[in-house]
């Protein structure tokens, strides 16, 4: 590999990482302007209690320094992507354009310029369909199907319930 191709490599590394954070950018731009990311900063708080628990734990004589270690790169990992995420949005409202929030339908073709990322679009699928694998499992684990007997449909609760959701 030569000095050219190392400067080739570094400059199309660059040019995917202007390209990802454009399109973090803007999805973070569609996800606060439709409220589905709020931001929660009580998880800092949530996470310095389990670290206080641990440490009183440790000077008992626990042997949980990986837990502790685990607990405070958590913590240290989740500030960095509030402070991004909280960046990102303030650059926006500086900006003063409404334009670049996307639209739903946008949010696919965004999705998609980061799939075809000719560098790192495959991990970055790879990630997303991993994700996604884990998400139905854990959604398979949670729906309980019950069946109910043929009595239960006449009664007064069921009655109730059947007006309450057929008034919407």
Same mark, same amino acid.
Not at 134 to 139: A, I, L, P, T, V
């Given at each position: 590999m ?8 570094i400059?199309?590394?660059r040019?995917?990482e ?11 731009g ?6 589905? %990311? @709020? &931001? !929660? ?5 949530y996470?310095?209690?389990? /670290? $206080?628990?641990? =440490? ?5 004589g626990?042997?949980n320094?990986?837990v502790i270690t685990g ?5 240290t990992?989740?500030?960095q992507e509030?402070e ?7 650059d ?7 334009m670049?929030?996307?639209q ?6 965004l ?5 075809? %990322? @000719? &560098? !790192?679009g ?8 991993? /994700? $996604?694998?884990s =998400?139905?499992?854990?959604?398979a ?8 007997p043929?009595?239960?449909d006449?009664?007064?609760v ?11």
């Amino acid at each position: 590999m030569t000095l050219s191709d190392i400067d080739k490599r570094i400059s199309d590394l660059r040019a995917e990482e202007r390209e990802i954070q454009d399109v973090y950018r803007k999805l973070a731009g569609f996800l606060h302007a439709n409220a589905i %990311l @709020p &931001i !929660n900063d009580e998880i800092v708080a949530y996470l310095e209690y389990f /670290i $206080r628990e641990e =440490q009183l734990k440790q000077s008992a004589g626990a042997r949980n320094t990986e837990v502790i270690t685990g607990l405070e790169t958590m913590m240290t990992e989740f500030k960095q992507e509030m402070e991004l995420f909280k960046r990102t949005l303030q650059d926006q409202r500086n900006s003063a354009n409404a334009m670049d929030i996307p639209q739903p339908e946008d949010i696919f073709t965004l999705v998609g310029t980061l799939y075809r %990322l @000719p &560098i !790192n679009g495959r991990q970055i699928r790879e990630q997303v369909n991993g /994700i $996604r694998i884990s =998400q139905e499992r854990y959604g398979a684990k949670r729906e309980n199907y019950i069946s109910l007997p043929r009595k239960a449909d006449s009664s007064k609760v069921m009655i109730q319930m059947k007006e309450i959701t057929s008034a919407n």
